[in-house]
């Protein structure tokens, strides 16, 4: 099943779009980063309640940036861990930042627009 939606940002396309790179490439993953898998940047984060019995640990992984025409587009993977890891599925997604409503006016190039394909 595939699923989109898209959201207004509140600032324009290349400022969203180097707020993304920025936030791939910097600390917050790199921390938590266990290793890096063919180009992906790979990390483990802790899911659910906080001491919960039922918070789950989860791999995310994230592809660098492709960049066609004016959309910046991101892959990502986030899927269980462990043993019962195969239990849950995998959710595979695109982060797109694209150009605000009215492609091709000036207005687009003033605003942008988070997209999500998974």
Same mark, same amino acid.
């Given at each position: 099943?595939?699923?989109?939606?898209?959201? &207004?940002?509140?600032?324009?396309?290349?400022?969203?779009?180097?707020?993304?790179?920025?936030?791939?490439?910097? @600390?917050?993953?790199?921390?938590?980063?266990?290793?890096?898998?063919?180009?992906?940047?790979?990390?483990?984060?802790?899911?659910?309640?906080?001491?919960? @019995?039922?918070?789950?640990?989860? %791999?995310?992984?994230?592809?660098?940036?492709?960049? %066609?025409?004016?959309?910046?587009?991101?892959?990502?993977?986030?899927? @269980?861990?462990? &043993?019962?890891?195969?239990?849950? &599925?995998?959710?595979?997604?695109?982060?797109?930042?694209?150009?605000?409503?009215?492609?091709?006016?000036?207005?687009?190039?003033?605003?942008? %627009?988070?997209? %999500?394909?998974?």
């Amino acid at each position: 099943m595939f699923v989109a939606h898209e959201l &207004p940002v509140g600032a324009g396309r290349r400022e969203a779009q180097a707020r993304l790179a920025n936030l791939l490439h910097g @600390a917050w993953l790199a921390e938590a980063s266990a290793a890096a898998y063919d180009g992906a940047v790979t990390g483990l984060l802790r899911v659910g309640p906080a001491g919960s @019995a039922s918070a789950k640990l989860v %791999r995310v992984s994230l592809l660098d940036p492709v960049y %066609r025409d004016e959309i910046m587009t991101v892959g990502l993977r986030w899927e @269980a861990t462990g &043993p019962a890891g195969s239990l849950f &599925p995998v959710l595979d997604a695109n982060i797109s930042i694209l150009p605000g409503q009215n492609e091709g006016t000036a207005d687009s190039k003033q605003t942008a %627009r988070l997209g %999500r394909v998974s």
